[in-house]
């Protein structure tokens, strides 16, 4: 990934992550998350997760956050009152943010830069002999990144068990949600 | 029997607890809470017979891919039976409870809305009994979020009362800050190291290749992890949500927070940091961090309850104290020998005898709690004259807590200065003194409360059948395991 493609990107992903907090009108913050998620699927397509980076745009900017606007406006949510900051809880949060960034910056100078390897064909058919025979190996062997059938492979095969427990954490939030927000019944 | 079998049979329990919960139609609830509790009783049944890959190599299972992201030691089934003993009790704590609960979730008359209460503990129970087996920081990650979604909802459980609903929307951002911290940690340990599998990032700082991480950057992900989890285990600067969190939450899910969630945070603790203690490259600057942690949590978590008018909120910051001295445990960093204690031991005998005390205190707290309507020191007043039992009970579970002799929370304190001592930590050791001084103070002042205090038009206070049973049983394994302590340290041989 070119490098000006990348600041690009993480600049577009954190203006939209500060708009949604900076914004007072709901609808405006969700289309800035909308603007932060479109910066993150760019970093991940030019990472070559491509799979990943269209997911990203299909199902959270598309569905997610097009679901929550509408949910938003449906409630017919008002700006949210301008309160009194005072001083002293901005300026300490602000110190927290500078020393955490402070800390980033010196350990980032210190931390040698690791190339990625190029995602050729040559680097393609080298991958081919972690697989055997199957649909994953003959399109790596031909050069192609069969990115969505090694996602699932790695999903279903080895990460199996996180996956269950995923399932698990899931339904307990669909419970939850409607445990929550359940009309009180008379 | 595999061990998995366990995790599988709690969340099979727990799915047929919220089926049955809705098609059941009965006005009470309290049957599901207690099918709940039979049903885990059942399952701590089975876990003597689990064994792991190594007791049976040539099955079939033995083979799974599984064992990547599970191991069975008996570290883990010493915190898998915690996390059923633990969630037993609170779900019978949750049946005495339901009253309050039926009060502020439906229609106040009805208990319509309150079965899941007892079928998400099963749940996070699961999520406890997954962290035990921790083995990757991706699985370890994913039952650690079962865990804590699951007290986001228990949290804010009571909708219709204010101070759940605050309780809940703060655990619920503070949590997510947590994790942010947790995952960021994780990917610096991944970017370091090139793994997620804690056996291999302990084969990789061994080896020959441990020239080739970059050893500041690693560092700083076992920071951001160890802040992460400091938010679990309420370790300073990262208790902040505690006392709010504690006060505010249905009693129930207190106890549950302050015991369950709490040793999980401390077995993910253990795992995470096994291989990083083992090696010299990283093992001198954790133990420092931890060091650190151990005296800022001991000194606010002691100096900041005293002057506590709410017995909630007061256990609150004794759950922060009781983190420093588990902190101190690790902070000595001794590794577990045949015949000695390491400091993993020492840090589950603690939690051990920290579940006996804090949840019999807990089955009382409840009680007062609907019976006088108020949760403050002041309504234990004159106990002592209208149900000497009960306040001779509550004051054995307190006095343990404070770390009287002869009582479990002695054991407890007495192995984690044993600890300290060897380790010559002696500045952490001096706080810790000063610490479990004021936790004397403090506790105290509720036995205070109880028996030199008139009781003025207080409500006579009677415990109900289960918590009856369940503060008895709980008090008197307090005092037998301080004088007795073997079967406790038997479990984790």
């Known amino acids: 990934m070119p490098s000006y493609l990348f600041w690009l990107f993480s600049t577009i992903m954190l203006i939209g992550g500060c708009a949604v907090i900076a914004f007072r009108n709901p609808v405006s913050s969700a289309m800035s998350v909308v603007t932060c998620f479109v910066g993150l699927a760019g970093l991940f397509i030019g990472l070559s997760a491509f799979f990943v980076g269209v997911i990203?745009?299909?199902?959270?900017?598309?569905?997610?956050?097009?679901?929550?606007?509408?949910?938003?406006?449906?409630?017919?949510?008002?700006?949210?009152?301008?309160?009194?900051?005072?001083?002293?809880?901005?300026?300490?949060?602000?110190?927290?943010?500078?020393?955490?960034?402070?800390?980033?910056?010196?350990?980032l100078s210190n931390t040698p830069d690791k190339v990625a390897p190029p995602l050729d064909a040559a680097t393609l058919a080298g991958a081919a002999t972690h697989f055997s025979q199957g649909g994953i190996a003959t399109a790596l062997k031909d050069g192609r990144l069969p990115d969505v059938q090694l996602i699932g492979q790695t999903l279903f095969t080895g990460y199996n068990l996180p996956l269950q427990i995923l399932g698990v954490l899931l339904l307990v939030a669909t419970v939850g949600v409607v445990a929550l927000s359940k009309k009180q019944a008379e | 029997m595999p061990a998995y079998y366990l995790e599988a049979l709690t969340v099979t329990l727990g799915l047929l607890l919220l089926l049955a919960e809705a098609f059941v139609s009965s006005k009470s609830k309290a049957w599901v809470g207690v099918a709940a509790a039979i049903g885990l009783v059942f399952i701590l049944a089975f876990t003597p017979f689990a064994i792991g890959p190594d007791a049976s190599p040539g099955s079939g299972w033995a083979k799974w891919t599984l064992w990547n992201f599970y191991q069975f030691d008996p570290l883990s089934r010493f915190y898998k039976v915690f996390a059923l003993v633990t969630t037993i009790l609170v779900v019978l704590l949750a049946i005495d409870y339901r009253k309050i609960l039926?009060?502020?979730?439906?229609?106040?008359?009805?208990?319509?809305?309150?079965?899941?209460?007892?079928?998400?503990?099963?749940?996070?129970?699961?999520?406890?009994?997954?962290?035990?087996?921790?083995?990757?920081?991706?699985?370890?990650?994913?039952?650690?979020?079962?865990?804590t979604v699951t007290f986001y909802i228990?949290?804010?459980?009571?909708?219709?009362?204010?101070?759940?609903?605050?309780?809940?929307?703060?655990?619920?951002?503070?949590?997510?800050?947590?994790?942010?911290?947790?995952?960021?940690?994780?990917?610096?340990?991944?970017?370091?190291?090139?793994?997620?599998?804690?056996?291999?990032?302990?084969?990789?700082?061994?080896?020959?290749?441990?020239?080739?991480?970059?050893?500041?950057?690693?560092?700083?992900?076992?920071?951001?992890?160890?802040?992460?989890?400091?938010?679990?285990?309420?370790?300073?600067?990262?208790?902040?949500?505690?006392?709010?969190?504690?006060q505010g939450a249905p009693t129930?899910?207190?106890?549950?927070?302050?015991?369950?969630?709490?040793?999980?945070?401390?077995?993910?603790?253990?795992?995470?940091?096994?291989?990083?203690?083992?090696?010299?490259?990283?093992?001198?600057?954790?133990?420092?961090?931890?060091?650190?942690?151990?005296?800022?949590?001991?000194?606010?978590?002691?100096?900041?309850?005293?002057?506590?008018?709410?017995?909630?909120?007061?256990?609150?910051?004794?759950?922060?104290?009781?983190?420093?001295?588990?902190?101190?445990?690790?902070?000595?960093?001794?590794?577990?020998?045949?015949?000695?204690?390491?400091?993993?031991?020492?840090?589950?005998?603690?939690?051990?005898?920290?579940?006996?005390?804090?949840?019999?205190?807990?089955?009382?707290?409840?009680?007062?709690?609907?019976?006088?309507?108020?949760?403050?020191?002041?309504?234990?007043?004159?106990?002592?004259?209208?149900?000497?039992?009960?306040?001779?009970?509550?004051?054995?579970?307190?006095?343990?807590?404070?770390?009287?002799?002869?009582?479990?929370?002695?054991?407890?304190?007495?192995?984690?200065?044993?600890?300290?001592?060897?380790?010559?930590?002696?500045?952490?050791?001096?706080?810790?003194?000063?610490?479990?001084?004021?936790?004397?103070?403090y506790y105290l002042n509720v036995v205070r409360a109880m028996w030199w205090v008139q009781p003025g038009q207080k409500a006579h206070v009677t415990l109900p059948l289960i918590s009856k049973a369940c503060v008895a049983v709980l008090t008197i394994a307090t005092l037998v395991f301080g004088i007795w302590p073997q079967p406790i340290l038997a479990l984790l041989k």
């Not at chain 2, 079928?119 to 996070?124: D, G, K, Q, R």
């Not at chain 2, 994790?179 to 940690?185: A, D």
């Not at chain 2, 549950?256 to 093992?283: C, D, N, Q, W, Y």
Request: glycine fraction near 12%; include cysteine; hydrophobic fraction near 55%.
């Open chain 2, 252 to 441: 129930p899910t207190t106890a549950f927070l302050s015991v369950g969630s709490k040793a999980s945070g401390f077995i993910l603790m253990i795992h995470f940091l096994e291989p990083f203690l083992s090696s010299e490259l990283t093992r001198g600057p954790v133990l420092k961090l931890i060091g650190v942690l151990s005296i800022a949590t001991l000194l606010f978590g002691n100096l900041a309850a005293i002057p506590q008018t709410n017995f909630k909120r007061l256990l609150g910051y004794s759950s922060i104290a009781h983190a420093g001295f588990l902190l101190l445990a690790l902070a000595s960093g001794a590794p577990g020998t045949d015949n000695g204690l390491g400091s993993a031991q020492v840090v589950s005998v603690y939690l051990a005898t920290y579940l006996l005390m804090t949840l019999g205190v807990f089955f009382i707290l409840a009680q007062v709690r609907i019976q006088r309507d108020g949760e403050s020191i002041t309504d234990f007043n004159g106990l002592g004259q209208t149900n000497p039992t009960l306040a001779l009970a509550l004051t054995v579970l307190l006095a343990a807590l404070a770390g009287v002799p002869l009582t479990a929370g002695f054991i407890g304190k007495f192995l984690v200065f044993q600890l300290a001592v060897n380790a010559g930590l002696w500045a952490a050791i001096g706080v810790a003194f000063i610490a479990a001084a004021a936790g004397f103070y």
């Open chain 2, 102 to 147: 039926a009060r502020y979730t439906d229609h106040p008359g009805s208990e319509n809305g309150t079965g899941e209460f007892y079928a998400l503990p099963v749940l996070a129970c699961s999520g406890m009994m997954w962290l035990a087996s921790a083995k990757d920081l991706a699985g370890a990650f994913v039952a650690l979020e079962l865990v």
């Open chain 1, 56 to 107: 990203q745009i299909l199902v959270y900017t598309g569905a997610v956050m097009v679901l929550f606007l509408f949910i938003i406006m449906l409630l017919d949510l008002t700006d949210e009152q301008k309160r009194a900051k005072g001083f002293a809880p901005l300026a300490a949060g602000l110190s927290l943010v500078i020393a955490f960034l402070v800390q980033l910056i010196g350990i």
């Open chain 2, 154 to 246: 228990l949290v804010a459980f009571m909708r219709r009362n204010v101070g759940s609903l605050e309780a809940g929307v703060k655990y619920l951002i503070l949590g997510a800050l947590s994790t942010g911290f947790l995952v960021y940690g994780i990917a610096w340990v991944y970017g370091s190291t090139g793994t997620m599998d804690l056996d291999l990032i302990a084969g990789m700082l061994e080896d020959g290749r441990s020239a080739s991480i970059p050893l500041t950057g690693l560092l700083f992900g076992i920071a951001l992890v160890m802040v992460g989890l400091g938010f679990k285990i309420g370790a300073v600067p990262m208790q902040v949500w505690i006392p709010d969190v504690y």
